[in-house]
């Protein structure tokens, strides 16, 4: 075959011919596309770009041809698995509460795992991603921190209110397994407990991070949390 009617393998074979003769290796055509994932794979690549992206530079100032890039992807994937941008933002909610959960519960076992460890970590996690700190909303608790931009829009609610579900369902079971550890102590409803110590804690959020705030006031507030979660539970020290 030589040669098709629009002359495009006689381009093709010209074009090799001379990167062979200027010494340069024609890419090969994956070489020059966007890498293909798995799709599990690609979602999560996704995810992971944006929640850095969105935290380090800001909702506004991210496009999603900057996550794309960020991820390794092609930017129609971004719609194919999350339809816009907003709806991307709304899943972040929950990858910030894996990511929060993950970090007060450590490698320990949830029953080993007392007030002071989970609150103390909670506050270091938040200590460690200050620039998701702007993104908290006046109701709402472990204000993920940063885009300030986000504030009061509709968009930004089913962030948080993904991440609440995630920590409150988190120290439910937290709850449940201190209260197991000791069958013969105070019982308590974990499922209204757990609303509240997010409510606290997230009230405690806000105050910790309060422009002027000084150290002995956040070292205050800590230690307030701790004493008041472990007091009113009952259910370990």
């Known amino acids: 075959m030589d040669v098709g009617k ?60 900057d996550i794309a890039r960020a991820a390794n992807v092609s930017e129609g994937s971004i719609f194919y698995h999350f339809g816009s941008k907003p709806a991307l933002l709304a899943e972040l909610g929950r990858l910030h509460g894996e990511k929060l959960v993950a970090a007060m519960q450590g490698d320990d076992a949830l029953a080993d795992v007392t007030f002071a460890t989970s609150i103390e970590r909670c506050f270091a996690f938040h200590e460690e991603n200050r620039a998701w700190e702007g993104m908290v909303e006046e109701k709402v608790q472990c204000r993920p921190a940063g885009a300030k931009a986000l504030h009061h829009r509709p968009e ?12 409150v369902e988190w120290t ?23 609303s509240f110590i997010f409510a606290v804690v997230g009230d405690a959020l806000q105050a910790y991070f309060r422009p002027g705030a000084t150290d002995e006031e956040r070292r205050r507030i800590r230690a307030e949390v701790i004493r008041f979660c472990t007091a009113a539970v009952g259910a370990g020290a």
């Open 156 to 167: 930004a609610e089913p962030f948080f209110l993904a991440a609440r579900q995630v920590v």
């Open 172 to 194: 439910r079971r937290h709850l449940e397994a201190l209260m197991a550890r000791r069958p013969d102590g105070p019982r308590i409803d974990a499922e209204v407990a757990a």
């Open 6 to 65: 629009d002359g495009t393998l006689a381009t093709r074979a010209s074009d090799r011919a001379a990167a062979e003769r200027s010494g340069r290796r024609r890419p090969a055509r994956e070489e020059v596309r966007t890498r293909r994932y798995d799709p599990a794979d690609t979602r999560q690549r996704v995810l992971e770009a944006a929640y850095l992206l969105f935290g380090t530079r800001g909702y506004d100032a991210t496009g999603t041809a």
